[in-house]
């Protein structure tokens, strides 16, 4: 990596992850024999897509700065590698309608994807996905454990992520270690100058 990478936008990453913590709750319990409700997912996730990630006024709105045109390409990135994630790892589940292991297959995929987010909004993505993998992983490893249960607790990291991101976090930076190298050494050499003209 090249280029400074400025993080403007963890307020409204924030609400987005409070607003889909809240629809997956709710998804659950109206689970009934999906465990998870997909038509009450699936219309609040789009739902709350459009509003916050979508919506002009609100992005504006929210946003602490400005955003990189290859911070937008990621968005576009992870999005389709969260779609392509879920067809590769819950597809295969899907012809004989396997709820338990197609939400958390989904879960997973939309865990690994959040490391994408990093380019976007900071290590507290890198964090927020560590943390649901584990969630899903105990899924995977403990079959007793209701995938309600894996939901909620997956749920309630975004909320928790989400709160931090909306009323705590401030705007940051990442600077490449190629970059601090040439920018220590431009002022390395800078003092030096200075010392010889003194």
Known sequence: MKEILEYNHKIQCGLWLILIGIVLIVAVICGGEFFVNPFV????YYACFFGVNVNKKVREKLSQGDISKKQIKMIYFSIATLFILMFCIAGPFIPGWHWRKIWLCVRMATSIHFFLWFFVH??????????????VTMGYIFPGIPVSVICIADAMVKLICGIYLLFIAKPSKYIPNMIKQRMYKETTSSLTFWKIEL
């Open 41 to 44: 997912f699936l219309i609040g």
């Open 122 to 135: 900071g290590w507290s993505m890198v964090v927020l996905g560590i943390v649901c993998m584990v969630i």
